[in-house]
């Protein structure tokens, strides 16, 4: 017989509610204490984040704006795994916040991918009533478009330049008529000649329509888009006498100077005649100075031009002190002492005299444009080679005095490693064998994976951003294409972007140009810049081939941002492929048999064999760093007939002799990558703002 109480009730019938009661109250109070603590320990949801501290925050953050962050960041994080984004996701497309339009948009992609067809119609129907001027929208109407075709021309009207638009422009069916192609064509010529796909249709719209088929400004227009892809005999057939405005005539003869000597000759030309057309036009000046461009310029091309931008145009008057062998190079400098073609005159003659031992000379040309007045990797440059000038004129004290200055206010680099050499210290590490030693894998992760805010100039993208969501960020960026100038921090937003997309080739393009604009940049700036021009993906792939090979991992990395802008795709005009742009022949020989592109293009068997290569490279130079990347570039048999004396008295004159300009440039880049990978960690350190 169970016990039973005075009031009738047995004891295990007061033991299940008791039970469930407390049960009740401790999860009650659990919820309470754990959000209690996060309001007190509010941790802002960042990339950095642990997903650990996203599920607490997702879990248990009483702020409901807090919890869909959260939830979005794990979502974007579980890419493997859909009907964990699925679940994470569920709910979160409440109120009216543009964040509520991405979560609707990842609602749809997620029960896309776990097949749920009518779930996903729902959820972009949703997004398209509630938000139908968000970015977001741009993607519900692509993907509804196929049962709703007005939505299309909707899309290609509202929402011109999202990667949205530019893909329905692109797939055509196989039957599309030419009106089709026409419209296709011109809607990415103006927006997206890049796009994939686009080169080809934009080739078909001109080839396939008489001269009646188009008018003048859409015939200009497909012909300005060839010619921003670098077809510049193409934009040419495409114009079938179409008589050339400015714009178009200066992006045609841009591209045809990249071309053959028939149609440098043509570019030429084409360049001459805009700038006695239009000599006061912007186009005119840029014409001009890209007729002014080679390091000795053509002297009938640049007689040829008007008065107007020989007085006025740093690039001709920069042009016209070559030809005169440096004769009113002082007076140019003065007058544009912030234009890029006085900075790069400033070099040309100052690395005249150093070659020359005109110490003195090079000294005048070096002070004559202040270093407050050049960008940070033209004022290393200056700086370094004045400290040099000065110490072989005897001044040892100043020269050190320049240098420790450079060290000390530039990021790790080429000359601030050449400052530290003639300071007594820069000592490289081994870079093959087995005496070297490695950074600690969790290091150079952790090194890796920092974040920094955006600072766009957009609250939406910087949001997106912030909360890990790279694609949404970009796609919003790339929405308002062609809204804005490209400034410099334009340009650094938009490099940090693509890097975020793994867009290496084109964001390190924006990241080095944006380098080259920005003067006296604050100190954290500097270094943001630095870190982002040397990111470190494909991480895993370079450690195991620095392990295997016993080469210094710092110095594949370095190789390959030059060679390939960590692009393993990349083909060079001359048949070198991949990560580290192997030649076909030398990666045979590497790997003892005859291999394919398809399987140099792939990242782990590149990095391997291209690491062999290095290694046998630091073997035949004894680890010697300047002959083994100069031989990367031009080969050892080109190298060995470079050595002299000065390599080791002098190695940094020694480089700039170096005959081929293109190894000259490549062996200082390397060398300052390999520096600037080597001391990452550090570069922010000097930064107290």
Not at 511 to 535: D, E, F, G, I, M
Request: hydrophobic share 40%; with cysteine.
């Amino acid at each position: 017989m169970p016990a039973v109480s005075s009031h009738g009730l047995n004891a295990r019938e007061i033991r299940g509610p008791l039970l469930l009661g407390g049960t009740t109250l401790l999860s009650i109070l659990a919820i309470l204490g754990g959000r209690s603590l996060l309001r007190h320990q509010h941790i802002p949801i960042t990339p950095e984040l642990s997903d650990m501290q996203l599920w607490r925050q997702y879990r248990w953050s009483v702020n409901p704006q807090e919890r869909r962050e959260a939830a979005l960041m794990l979502s974007s994080r579980s890419r493997e795994s859909p009907q964990r984004r699925r679940h994470l996701l569920r709910g979160q497309g409440w109120g009216p916040a543009p964040l509520a339009a991405v979560a609707l948009k990842q609602q749809a992609l997620a029960a896309k991918a776990v097949g749920r067809s009518q779930e996903e119609r729902a959820r972009w129907k949703a997004l398209l009533r509630r938000f139908p001027t968000s970015v977001a929208s741009a993607d519900a109407r692509y993907h509804l478009a196929n049962r709703q075709p007005q939505l299309r021309d909707e899309l290609l009207r509202l929402q011109p330049a999202h990667p949205a638009a530019l893909a329905a422009a692109a797939e055509l069916p196989a039957d599309a008529d030419q009106a089709r192609v026409q419209s296709s064509a011109l809607h990415l010529a103006r927006w997206g000649a890049s796009w994939p796909g686009a080169d080809r249709l934009l080739r078909e719209a001109c080839s396939a329509i008489t001269g009646e088929g188009l008018q003048h400004q859409q015939r200009l227009q497909l012909a300005s888009a060839l010619a921003e892809l670098g077809d510049g005999r193409s934009a040419q057939l495409c114009l079938q006498g179409t008589p050339l405005t400015p714009q178009p005539a200066l992006a045609i003869g841009r591209a045809l100077l990249r071309g053959d000597r028939e149609q440098q000759q043509r570019g030429e030309a084409m360049l001459l005649k805009l700038t006695q057309d239009h000599p006061e036009s912007l186009e005119a000046l840029e014409s001009a100075a890209l007729l002014s461009e080679p390091l000795r310029p053509r002297q009938a091309l640049i007689d040829a031009l008007p008065d107007f931008l020989k007085q006025g145009s740093a690039d001709v008057a920069a042009a016209l002190v070559r030809l005169a062998g440096g004769e009113g190079g002082l007076m140019v400098l003065e007058r544009w002492p912030d234009h890029p073609a006085s900075w790069q005159l400033q070099w040309d003659l100052a690395r005249e005299a150093l070659l020359k031992d005109q110490w003195e000379l090079a000294r005048s040309w070096l002070k004559a444009i202040p270093a407050a007045q050049l960008p940070d990797p033209l004022r290393a440059r200056q700086q370094f080679w004045l400290g040099m000038s000065i110490d072989k004129l005897g001044g040892s004290e100043e020269a050190n005095r320049i240098w420790q200055r450079l060290s000390h206010e530039q990021p790790p680099g080429y000359y601030t490693w050449r400052a530290q050499v003639r300071l007594g210290g820069g000592d490289l590490p081994v870079l093959s064998g087995d005496r070297m030693t490695a950074v600690a894998e969790t290091d150079r992760l952790q090194s890796a994976q920092t974040w920094s805010p955006l600072e766009s100039g957009n609250l939406l993208i910087d949001e997106l951003w912030r909360l890990g969501l790279n694609q949404e960020a970009w796609e919003t960026w790339r929405s308002e294409a062609g809204t804005t100038s490209q400034s410099p921090q334009r340009l650094v937003a938009e490099g940090r972007l693509r890097l975020g997309m793994d867009d290496y080739w084109n964001g390190l393009s924006r990241l080095w140009k944006a380098s080259l604009r920005l003067v006296s940049p604050t100190c954290n700036n500097r270094h943001l810049l630095h870190s982002s021009l040397h990111p470190q993906p494909l991480l895993p792939v370079f450690q195991e081939a620095s392990k295997q090979e016993n080469v210094r991992l710092e110095l594949l990395q370095a190789i390959a941002r030059q060679e390939s802008r960590f692009s393993p795709g990349v083909a060079s005009p001359v048949g070198a492929v991949g990560l580290l742009q192997l030649m076909p022949a030398t990666a045979d020989e590497m790997a003892g048999e005859k291999l394919s592109a398809d399987d140099l293009r792939e990242p782990v068997r590149n990095s391997i064999l291209g690491a062999r290569y290095l290694a046998g490279l630091l073997n035949r130079w004894q680890s010697n760093p300047w002959l083994t990347v100069a031989s990367y570039n031009a080969g050892p048999g080109a190298a060995a007939t470079w050595v002299t004396a000065e390599l080791e008295q002098d190695p940094e004159l020694w480089v700039e002799r170096i005959p081929y300009p293109e190894t000259r440039l490549y062996t200082k880049k390397v060398l300052g990558n390999l520096w600037a990978y080597l001391n990452n960690d550090s570069a922010t350190d000097r930064c107290t703002e």
